[in-house]
C-alpha cells in the first residue's frame, strides 16, 4: 500500500470503485451508505472475527474505510473488536486511524484486542475527537506500564468531554495504572458521569489513588469497581465513605460486588454507602458476617438514608444476619437481593415476614431466589404478605439440579394462595394480599406452580389491580352477608351502592387462555343480569336489617337518593311496607275495639236481662 495522504482520498472518493477495495459486497455496501450519508447507518462493527457489520481482512483497504468513516456525519457509535495480523496491517492502521481521526460525529466508541500498535494509534486517533462522550476499553487495550499513561495523557490534554469511561476486564491496570489515570479523570471530572473498573486487579493503593482524581468529579452518577480486591482496603473504602460524604454530587449507583470486602471496610464504607447513593451492589462479598450487617442495618435506619435498592445475594448470610438486617432494609430499601444466600432457613425469615407486615415497610421487591425457603419458608412469608402493600415482586427461582436446593411443594404453595385470598370470610379476602404481582421476575405466565389459584391471584393483581380486591371477593363469596354493617345503619348505604358500581367492571375482565373457545377466560363468570340481581339481593337484605326508625327519617332516605334511586325505591317501597302494616293494625285495632264495645253493650244488656228474671 502506497502512502497516500488526505488529499489523494479527497479527489479520488467520487470515482473509486468500492468493489475493488473491499472482499464482499456486504463491505463495499456499507462504504457506499457511508459515503453517501445514509441517515439509518448509525452504528458500525468492525473486525476480522465474529459477526461484525464490516469484516476487515485482507482485500480491504482500510485507509479508504477510515477515510469513509472520517467523512461521515451520521454515525454516532463505532465497536472496532480486533484488526487482522498480517505483513503490512500496520501500515493499513496507521491509515485507517489517520482517516477516522477526522470524524466529528461519533460519539460512543469501544474497542477490543487491538495490539500494541492499534491501542497506541487509537488514542492519537482519539486526540482531535472533541465530540466524543463514551469511551469502552475493552478486553486487551492496555499494553505495558506506559498503556494507562497514554490513555491518562489523552485524558488530561482536555480535549475530551466524557460522560462514560469503561477498562474492561483483562486490563488489570492495577494501582499503578490507577494512579496513570488520576489527572485525567481531574480533567474530565465536571462531564464524567459513569466510571466502570471492573476486575482490574486494583486494591488499597489504587482505590486511594482513584478517590484523588474523583474528588473533581461531582457529576458522577455510576461507579463501578466490581471484582477488585478490597479484602484489605479498609482505609481506601474509608477513602470512598468521605467521598461520599463531602463531595456535592448524585451518585446513582455504587458496585462493589466480589471485592472480598469484611466487616471492617462495609464498617468504613456503610454510612458514605448509605446516605449518598440510590443502588449498592455488594454481590458476592461472602466475608461479610453479623457485625457487618449491623453497621449496614444501623445506616440504613439514619434518616439521611438514600438507599433504595441494595443486592447482597451469595453473601453468605445467615439467620443471624438477616435478624440485624431485616428491619433497616425492609423500612428503607424498595429492592432487596438476597438471592443464593442458601443459608437462610424459616427461623431467619420470620424476622423479614414481621418487616414486611409493617406500616414502614417499602420494599417493591425482595429476591429470594436459590435460598431454597421450602414449605416452611414459605408459610412464613405467606403470614408476612397478608396486609402488606408495598411488596410487588417476590423471586422465587429454584436450581432444579441443585439437590440441596429446598423445593416448594403445593403445601407451600397452598400457604401463598391462602394470603393472596383468603376466603374464610369477605372480610379476609378484602384483607388479603392484592399487591404481589410475580414469584417470578419475568413472565407470570413462565412460572411454575402446581397451585393454579396461585398464577390467578398473581394474574389478576398485576393487570388489574384497581379490581383484584372486588374481584376475588365476588369470585368466592356469591352471597354477601350485609349483617355486620348494619351498625352503621344507612350511612353505609351510599358506599356499599359505589363499592358494587365499581364491582361491575370485573365480569367484563379477562385472561388470554389458549384453552377457552374465544382464547379469553373471564375472571368473574356471571352476566350482568345476576350481577344486578346480586346487587339487589344485598343491598335489599341489608334495607330490611336497618332499624325502621331510620327508614322513617326523610334526610337519610333523600342521602339515599343522591346515590341510586333503585335502592331509594326499595326503601320507599319498605316504608309503603311500613305504612300499610301500621294502617292494617290500625284498622285491626279499631275493629278490636268495636268488638270490645259491642261485647260489653252485649255484656251489660245480658247482665240486665239476668236482674231482671230475678226480680221476677
Known amino acids: 500500500m502506497d502512502n497516500r495522504d488526505y488529499n489523494y482520498y479527497e479527489e479520488n472518493a467520487a470515482s473509486i470503485k468500492l468493489e475493488e477495495i473491499t472482499s464482499s459486497e456486504d463491505n463495499a455496501m456499507i462504504l457506499r451508505r457511508l459515503r453517501d450519508g445514509d441517515d439509518k447507518l448509525r452504528h458500525l462493527t468492525l473486525g476480522s472475527q465474529g459477526l461484525t457489520k464490516f469484516h476487515i481482512g485482507q482485500g480491504n483497504d482500510l485507509g479508504w474505510l477510515g477515510y469513509f468513516i472520517g467523512k461521515s456525519v451520521k454515525l454516532l457509535s463505532l465497536d472496532i473488536w480486533d484488526f487482522p495480523v498480517y505483513e503490512g496491517v500496520e501500515q493499513q492502521i496507521h491509515a485507517f486511524m489517520d482517516g477516522i481521526a477526522r470524524n466529528q460525529s461519533i460519539r460512543k466508541i469501544s474497542t477490543s ?67 496513570s489515570l488520576t489527572n485525567g479523570l481531574k480533567s474530565i471530572g465536571s462531564s464524567l458521569k ?44 474509608g477513602s470512598l465513605s468521605d467521598w461520599l460524604q463531602t463531595a456535592v ?12 470486602i469484611t466487616d471492617e471496610g462495609l464498617q468504613t464504607l456503610a454510612e458514605g454507602a448509605a446516605n449518598h447513593s440510590k443502588d449498592l451492589a455488594l454481590t458476592g462479598n461472602d466475608s461479610i458476617t453479623v457485625s457487618g450487617l449491623k453497621y449496614l442495618s444501623t445506616s440504613l435506619q439514619s434518616d439521611s438514608c438514600l438507599l433504595e435498592n441494595l443486592h447482597l445475594g451469595f453473601c453468605a448470610i445467615t439467620n443471624e444476619g438477616l435478624q ?42 425482595l429476591d429470594l431466589s436459590y435460598v431454597g425457603i421450602g414449605d416452611d419458608g414459605a408459610e412464613v412469608l405467606a403470614r408476612g404478605l397478608i396486609g402488606n402493600k408495598s411488596l410487588r415482586c417476590l423471586p422465587l427461582h429454584v436450581d432444579v439440579e441443585n439437590e440441596d436446593e429446598i423445593a416448594i411443594t403445593p403445601a407451600g404453595w397452598s400457604a401463598f394462595s391462602t394470603a393472596l385470598c383468603d376466603t374464610s370470610s369477605v372480610n379476609n379476602t378484602y384483607l388479603s394480599n392484592h399487591t404481589i404481582q410475580e414469584f417470578w421476575d419475568d413472565n407470570v405466565e413462565d412460572f411454575d406452580s402446581d397451585d393454579e389459584s396461585v398464577v390467578l391471584y398473581l394474574q389478576l393483581n398485576m393487570r388489574y389491580p384497581k379490581y383484584a380486591a372486588r374481584c376475588k371477593i365476588l369470585m368466592n363469596h356469591t352471597h354477601l352477608d350485609m349483617a355486620p354493617l348494619l351498625r352503621w ?7 356499599a351502592v359505589g363499592w358494587f358500581e365499581g364491582a361491575k367492571k370485573c365480569i367484563s375482565l379477562g385472561f388470554f387462555d389458549a384453552g377457552a373457545p374465544d382464547h379469553r377466560r373471564l375472571i368473574v363468570e356471571e352476566s350482568e343480569e345476576v350481577f344486578q340481581s346480586r346487587i339487589l339481593t344485598a343491598l335489599y337484605e341489608f334495607v330490611r336489617g336497618v332499624p325502621k326508625k331510620l327508614l ?14 333503585k335502592i331509594a325505591m326499595m326503601v320507599e317501597n319498605e316504608n309503603k311496607r311500613i305504612r300499610n302494616e301500621k294502617r292494617r293494625l290500625h284498622d285491626y285495632l279499631e275493629q278490636r275495639d268495636g268488638e270490645i264495645t259491642r261485647l260489653e253493650e252485649e255484656n251489660k244488656r ?9 226480680k221476677s
Open 324 to 365: 440485624a438486617l431485616a428491619e433497616g432494609a425492609a423500612s428503607q430499601c424498595k429492592d432487596l437481593d438476597l438471592t443464593g444466600n442458601d443459608s437462610i432457613k424459616a427461623s431467619g425469615l420470620k424476622y423479614l415476614s414481621t418487616s414486611l407486615q409493617s406500616e414502614s415497610c417499602r420494599l417493591e421487591k
Open 113 to 179: 484486542n487491538l495490539g500494541n500498535y492499534g491501542s497506541t494509534a487509537i488514542v492519537r486517533a482519539l486526540g482531535s475527537w472533541s465530540q466524543l462522550e463514551e469511551l469502552v476499553y475493552g478486553f486487551n487495550m492496555i499494553y505495558g506500564p506506559n498503556g494507562c499513561s497514554a490513555l491518562g495523557t489523552l485524558l488530561e490534554s482536555g480535549v475530551l468531554k466524557l460522560k462514560k469511561l469503561r477498562i474492561a476486564p483483562t486490563n488489570d491496570i492495577g494501582d499503578d495504572g490507577v494512579a
Open 194 to 237: 459513569e466510571l466502570e473498573l471492573i476486575e482490574n486487579s486494583i486494591g488499597n493503593e489504587g482505590l486511594l489513588a482513584l478517590m484523588t482524581g474523583l474528588e473533581s468529579c461531582t457529576s458522577l452518577e455510576r461507579l463501578n469497581l466490581s471484582s477488585n480486591d478490597f479484602s484489605l482496603a479498609s482505609a481506601g473504602l
Open 489 to 495: 345503619g344507612l350511612k353505609f348505604l351510599p358506599l
Open 552 to 565: 322513617e327519617r326523610r334526610n337519610e332516605l333523600a342521602l339515599v337518593a343522591t346515590y341510586d334511586d
Open 249 to 260: 454530587l448524585n451518585l446513582d449507583e455504587q458496585r462493589l460486588s466480589h471485592c472480598a
Open 606 to 614: 245480658l247482665r240486665g236481662v239476668v236482674e231482671s228474671l230475678r
